[in-house]
Structures are given as C-alpha cells and as structure tokens.
T-cell receptor, first 111, second 116 residues
Framework: GENVEQHPSTLSVQEGDSAVIKCTYS??????FPWYKQELGKGPQLIID?????GEKKDQRIAVTLNKTAKHFSLHITETQPEDSAVYFC??????????FGAGTRLTVKP | EAGVVQSPRYKIIEKKQPVAFWCNPI?????LYWYLQNLGQGPELLIR????????DSQLPKDRFSAERLKGVDSTLKIQPAELGDSAVYLC??????????????FGAGTRLSVL
C-alpha cells in the first residue's frame, strides 16, 4: 500500500518568512495530493490540492509543487502570519480513493 | 451548507464499556470514511463506505469495532468493549464520490475518546 513520509515534524518561523513542508510517497499510481490544516480541537481542513497531471498550483500565499519522477511534493507558505500556526498534513491518494496521510508538521509562526 | 457533523464531541468511559460515535456526512456525498487519529499522528483509515457498502474495512479491528451506514447516509462506529489503547480522536469524512470531484474529502470535528 501507499506510504507517506512528511518532514519536518516541527517548524518555527518568524512572521513574514516563508515555510516549506515536504512529503514523499511510495506508490507511483497515486494521483491526488491534498494538504490539510488542523487547528487545535478541530478536524483537518483542506487548504490546497494537486493532481498528478499538474506540476504546480498556487492559491494566494500557499502553493504546492509535485515531482512525480521523484515522488515528492511540497507545500510552500509565503508571508506567514500567526494565524498560519497549526498542524499541516500531506496525503496521497490512489485512484481507488485509498488515501494515506503523513504524520504532520507543527508550524509555529512567531509574531 | 452544513459540513460533516459528528457527535458526541467528547466521550469519557471506563475500559470494557461500549461506546458509539455518530456521523452525518455532507448532503449528497456518497463516500464516507472513519479515521482514527492518535496524538501527534496523521489520520489512519478504519473503514470506507460507498453508499451502504463497506468497500475497505481492512484496517478495522473487527474483534471489537463495528460500523454501519444504513440507507447510505448517517453512519455509526461502535467499540465494544473499549480498551485503554482506544483513546484517540475518531474522525469522520465524506466525499462526493469517485465520479464527482474525485477524492476530495471533507472532515468533521471529530470525537475525542478517553478510556479510563
């Protein structure tokens, strides 16, 4: 089955700096890669996603890149703000809807 | 539009007691998922339903866990008897289904279970 690894496990940045979180996956058949943000006491919330036929996608301050050859994808957050502080999860999904999640990255943005 | 609704939000029980969680998916979503989330970890799939049919329950500990999705809408997840190691957050998610918007999953707020 699919295996997703996520790094780093914790990340601390100054407000205004950029943050990058990286994930690798094992199954080359995976074709959908979402990123979720989870705040304390809440469920994961989808913030951006990318499909295997696209190499990069951007939505305001967040962007995701996908390298299918290397089987890795990354989340980029620019101009970070304190409200970006949360746990971020990457995931990889097979066409069968079998989705596996990374272990999460706790992002702290210091004012 | 209402999101995925889960209840209760919190549950504290003693070990060996039964417990049940309830999930109401987004209206019209055919696919429903139950996930287990341990502290500091990502969600792990327990069971996935396509309408009323459980299409992937390979990770569900069937000796003590059971789930149902009658009429293909609401779902319940039950543990009987609960063990100390079952303390975790139980998340429910739904998606429109493979034919529409493919794999996008929307999560509820979860039920935090504490087994004493």
């Amino acid at each position: 089955g699919e295996n997703v690894e996520q790094h780093p496990s914790t990340l601390s940045v100054q407000e205004g700096d950029s943050a990058v979180i990286k994930c690798t996956y094992s199954d080359s058949a995976s074709n959908y890669f979402p990123w979720y943000k989870q705040e304390l006491g809440k469920g994961p919330q989808l913030i951006i996603d990318i499909r295997s036929n696209v190499g990069e996608k951007k939505d305001q301050r967040i962007a995701v890149t996908l390298n299918k050859t290397a089987k890795h994808f990354s989340l980029h957050i620019t101009e970070t703000q304190p409200e970006d502080s949360a746990v971020y999860f990457c995931a990889a999904s097979l066409p069968s809807n079998d989705m596996r999640f990374g272990a999460g990255t706790r992002l702290t943005v210091k004012p | 539009e209402a999101g995925v609704v889960q209840s209760p939000r919190y549950k504290i029980i003693e070990k060996k007691q039964p417990v049940a969680f309830w999930c109401n998916p987004i209206s019209g979503h055919n696919t429903l998922y139950w996930y287990l989330q341990n502290l500091g970890q990502g969600p792990e799939l327990l069971i996935r339903y396509e309408n009323e049919e459980a299409v992937d329950d390979s990770q569900l500990p069937k000796d003590r866990f059971s789930a149902e999705r009658l009429k293909g809408v609401d779902s319940t997840l039950k543990i009987q008897p609960a063990e100390l190691g079952d303390s975790a957050v139980y998340l429910c998610a739904s998606s429109p289904g493979p034919a529409v918007a493919k794999n996008i999953q929307y999560f509820g707020a979860g039920t935090r279970l504490s087994v004493l």
